[in-house]
């Protein structure tokens, strides 16, 4: 889900400590104020435990998987403190969440009073937003790179994790990646800000980023390493950063031009790349409404060196 708020900077954080403070007071109120530790990360969560059939436990377990999931990809959580609240409304599943950064990392989730365990165990709403409060804020301009690499970073790391087969991650992107290329009167990502363009387009630029950055450093680097500085250099969604800043502390870290060339290349013209053929190389298949994966393609040690928890 997106990383939804008022278009500028001050109202967002506004906005964020407003939403925390009533959280506070509400869960206080309430009595169903928790807290758990995951990993050096203190995670406060705000739940009632009795307005969901299944109870408080399978929640607190997904908050905490998820955030192991996030913290497993990026080498560490994204920040120190966090806080989840936990919205109840009608029927089953996870309904969607937003995420803030400004004063502390706060995350707002909406789930379903009917919410199985097995909804929790493959939900990928929460990894998504948690997945947010690893980059800087790059502008509204730029919500492609936000919601593109949680779009993107949210399958690998469930991969990495256990959570999720990699089968299912590479047949999804080949049901899903297409419907974020150009269209007509399309002028490049920072420029059309469609839904499939913003969420799609920019998984579409993360992959392709992926990928180059490992055949570049022979697999010694990926995307996650350029990630993974980003996030321990700037802090990550607290920060303010202008997107060349960002793309430019990512490639120094593997030690490519990767980010800033595709940047260059995508931003402000229809650019429509190959994926079927990209996908081949990599020794991807479709088959059925699944994917068949083959070891023995061009480009296979790139696949599997994606999916490779590190």
């Known amino acids: 889900m997106s990383r939804a708020g008022p278009p500028s900077a001050a109202l967002a954080a506004a906005a964020a400590i407003v939403f925390l403070a009533l959280g506070a007071l509400l869960g206080l109120a309430a009595g169903r104020s928790s807290g758990i530790t995951v990993g050096d990360v203190a995670v406060q969560i705000e739940l009632d435990r009795g307005a969901f059939r299944g109870g408080g436990d399978p929640i607190e377990s997904w908050i905490r998987r998820s955030a192991s999931i996030v913290a497993g990809y990026y080498g560490h959580f994204p920040v120190a403190r966090l806080t989840v609240r936990v919205m109840a409304e009608r029927g089953e599943g996870v309904h969607g969440g937003k995420s803030f950064a400004n004063p502390e990392a706060y995350i707002q989730v909406r789930l379903g009073q009917d919410v199985t365990e097995a909804q929790l165990l493959s939900d990928w709403v929460l990894v998504h937003e948690m997945a947010h409060l690893a980059l800087p804020d790059t502008g509204e301009a730029h919500a492609w790179l936000s919601e593109g690499l949680a779009t993107y970073v949210e399958g690998v790391a469930r991969v990495q994790a256990g959570n999720r087969s990699e089968a299912d991650v590479w047949a999804e992107e080949m049901r899903q990646m297409p419907r974020g290329l150009p269209e007509s009167g399309d002028r490049g990502l920072d420029r059309t800000h469609t839904w499939a363009r913003t969420y799609w387009g920019g998984a579409m630029f993360c992959l392709l980023a992926d990928v180059d950055i490992h055949r570049q450093s022979h697999n010694r680097f990926g995307l996650q390493d350029a990630l993974r500085a980003i996030v321990r250099d700037s802090g990550g969604l607290a920060a303010d950063w202008p997107i060349e800043r960002v793309l430019l502390t ?9 980010l800033e060339d595709l940047y260059a290349r995508l931003k402000d013209s229809p650019v429509t790349p190959d994926l079927m053929g990209l996908w081949r190389e990599l020794g991807i298949e479709s088959e059925d ?10 480009l296979a040690d790139v696949r599997r060196a994606i999916m490779r928890a590190r």
Request: glycine share 10%; hydrophobic share 25%.
């Open 250 to 258: 990512g490639d120094h870290a593997v030690g490519t031009t990767t």
């Open 289 to 298: 409404s699944s994917v068949r994966l083959s070891d023995s393609a061009p």
